[in-house]
């Protein structure tokens, strides 16, 4: 199993950034796919899940004003865009791979893998 992420990028505030993952190893639509992130000094915040079969999406509240979690089961790539990026959303971001076991109530802690980790930087 490999979850398999873009590279760093770097964002004036205020434009937006695309992250993929790229998944291998295992029937894609067969798990959830969470996004957490991490800022310096911070603990891991966690922005919410997609299921790739069907595109169903839960956000965490706090970001679903400016996040879209997609996923593309051609190619095995799920993807988390951001908008209107500001300097507190500098950090890394993860893809995590998810047992289905609740889609609602499910806790990311249940992933049992990880992408290695994307760089976002905003900064004028």
């Known amino acids: 199993v490999q979850l398999v992420q873009s590279g760093a990028e770097w964002r004036n505030p205020g434009a937006s950034v695309k992250v993929s993952c790229k998944a291998s190893?295992?029937?894609?639509?067969?798990?959830?796919i969470d996004w957490v992130r991490q800022a310096p000094g911070q603990v891991f915040e966690w922005m919410g899940r997609?299921?790739?079969?069907?595109?169903?999406?839960r956000y965490a509240q706090k970001f679903q004003d400016r996040v879209t979690f997609t996923a593309d089961t051609s190619t095995d790539t799920a993807y988390v865009e951001i908008s209107g990026l500001r300097s507190e959303d500098s950090a890394v971001y993860y893809c995590?791979?998810?047992?289905?076991?609740?889609?609602?109530?499910?806790?990311?802690?249940?992933?049992?893998?990880w992408g290695q980790g994307t760089q976002v930087t905003v900064s004028s």
């Open positions: 997609i299921n790739p079969l069907g595109g169903g999406t």
């Open positions: 995590l791979r998810n047992p289905k076991l609740d889609f609602y109530a499910g806790t990311w802690h249940t992933s049992d893998f």
């Open positions: 190893g295992y029937p894609f639509t067969d798990y959830f």
